[in-house]
């Protein structure tokens, strides 16, 4: 059958990577749907971290070969699962409010549009089985979709008795989609200011299990500080944040997932 012909259907591909097809545009979140082939190898749980490489162009089997253009792959964390059968959806994130021309391209794709991807790749969160109390972090000014990024830790943390509190730094109120797309028992604290964050931290890190954040590089630092100041005891793996780093080749050629 030739290529044309399944041009629109999910597929893993003879080169190892994966054809994926929207199935929704990148809504207020930059959440991204996408239809997988369910041979893929993702697994249900665990996904929250980890991410799929895109390659920001037109997919087929003769330009994925020969033209690249300006676009290299851009880092597409996952943020839900929507569908099981003989394929399957995932959200994923689109970086918001880039100029980047890459993630520019993935904010306008349509349903049914198709997109080349490698993965799952990355280490991912990992939550400890006896945690009942998570705190997530995430600095939304710049980008909003720092947020879905942190999502699939609600639902697994929720289930095993535990609450999940989300504090937010943003200049600007949720909209109603917005929160009609968070679970409804996700607790949800929200500052603007950097000496707001820094006075909101105190106690929710004294109670917290662990944490997982979604922050910029320059507040790394300061949360160091912050949970040093308020617990006794440094356990390992307690605080986790997502790196937003430059993930380009998904082979290791490129040397970016060897920085600690």
């Not at 676009?71 to 994923?92: D, H, I, Q, S, T």
């Not at 280490?123 to 705190?135: A, E, M, T, V, Y």
């Not at 639902?155 to 989609?177: C, I, N, Y």
């Not at 105190?202 to 944490?211: F, L, N, S």
Request: proline share 7%; hydrophobic share 40%; charged share 20%.
């Amino acid at each position: 059958m030739s290529e044309s012909t399944l041009s629109s259907d999910p597929a893993l591909l003879g080169d190892g990577t994966l054809r994926a097809v929207v199935v929704a545009p990148a809504d207020e979140w930059g959440r991204l749907r996408l239809r997988l082939p369910a041979d893929s190898g993702h697994p249900p749980q665990g996904m929250a971290g980890r991410y799929l490489l895109a390659r920001c162009a037109v997919e087929s089997g003769e330009d994925r070969g020969e033209d690249w253009g300006i676009y290299l792959r851009r880092p597409l964390f996952f943020c839900g699962r929507y569908a099981f059968g003989k394929e399957e959806e995932w959200c994923v994130a689109v970086p918001r409010q880039s100029q980047d021309p890459g993630n520019r391209w993935l904010g306008n794709l349509r349903p049914r549009a198709t997109l080349n991807v490698i993965g799952p790749l990355g280490n991912g969160f990992q939550i400890h089985p006896n945690s009942r109390n998570l705190l997530l972090l995430a600095d939304l000014r710049e980008d909003p979709s720092w947020l879905p990024r942190l999502m699939p830790l609600v639902e697994p943390m929720l289930d095993q008795g535990g609450r999940v509190t989300l504090l937010a730094q943003t200049t600007q109120s949720f909209s109603s989609a917005q929160l009609d797309a968070l679970p409804l028992a996700l607790e949800i604290r929200t500052v603007a200011t950097d000496a707001d964050w820094q006075d909101a931290l105190i106690a929710p890190i004294r109670w917290a299990d662990q944490i997982c954040a979604a922050i910029p590089a320059n507040q790394y630092s300061r949360l160091d500080q912050a949970i040093r100041a308020s617990r006794f005891v440094l356990e390992k793996g307690f605080a986790q944040v997502l790196v937003n780093a430059d993930l380009l080749c998904g082979v290791g050629a490129c040397l970016a997932c060897v920085i600690p």
